[in-house]
């Protein structure tokens, strides 16, 4: 049983699209993490939510906790935004689940 | 600009071979994390510390220990390195709490 769903797993855009990638989760969290890894890269996280929403640039995060549903946004999108996106929650204090990430190709 | 370091980006080890990695953060974080990742299986917790000399096991221990014994630094320790430990082995650290989590850039081990 995944913990972390993420949805897709694998997408294909045109250059300057909308990018939606979601995320489900089915324990109590205390703050969801959307994190990024470029190939043969390290992890960069993106945001760190617990209610609401946040913006950084031409990326948005949405959570909705009664839904236990949270949304990565990419507007304009770009060849360098390709890369893994990866969920992942915080539970228990200390630990993580994490999604198995969604692997993003934008075309020029 | 905060920073979780670890000390080689690949490494290249024989089958029975006793492998050390490490990982050093700069940001003066309780909790530390060693993750494993494989294509198709994610992040996969190995161990865990959430201060000096406190370690949890995480989902697959097996095969691995660990070290802490100053709270910038976490060591990650394959005592007897076998082929099926080839991995990306990734480091992490957060503070208590609803911190962010910072990850190093990452070992690749080949284990031949």
């Known amino acids: 049983k995944n913990e972390v769903e993420q949805s897709p797993q694998n997408l294909t855009a045109q250059e300057g699209e909308f990018i939606t990638i979601n995320c489900s989760y089915s324990?109590?969290?205390?703050?969801l993490h959307w994190l990024q890894q470029h190939p043969g890269g390290g992890i960069v996280s993106l945001f760190m939510?617990?209610?609401g929403k946040k913006k950084h640039g031409r990326l948005i995060a949405t959570i909705n906790i009664q839904e236990k549903h949270s949304s990565l946004h990419i507007t304009a999108s770009h060849p360098r935004d390709s890369a893994v996106y990866i969920c992942?929650?915080?539970?228990?204090?200390?630990?993580?689940?994490f999604g198995s990430g969604t692997k993003l190709n934008v075309k020029p | 600009d905060v920073k979780v370091t670890q000390s080689s980006r690949y490494l290249v080890k024989r089958t029975g071979e006793k492998v050390f990695l490490e990982c050093v953060q700069d940001?003066?974080?309780?909790?530390m994390f060693w993750y494993r990742q494989d294509p198709g299986l994610g992040l996969r917790l190995i161990y865990f510390?959430?201060?000096?000399?406190?370690?949890e096991k995480g989902d697959i221990p097996e095969g691995y220990s660990v070290s802490r014994e100053k709270k910038e630094r976490f060591s990650l320790i394959l005592e007897s390195a076998s082929t099926n430990q080839t991995s990306m082995y990734l480091c992490?650290?957060?503070?208590?709490?609803?911190?962010?989590?910072?990850f190093g850039s990452g070992t690749q081990l080949s284990v031949l």
């Open positions: 992490a650290s957060s503070s208590e709490g609803r911190g962010k989590l910072f």
């Open positions: 324990v109590g969290i205390s703050a």
């Open positions: 939510l617990s209610s």
């Open positions: 992942a929650v915080r539970y228990n204090f200390n630990k993580f689940y």
């Open positions: 940001m003066d974080h309780e909790n």
């Open positions: 510390s959430y201060d000096v000399k406190m370690k």
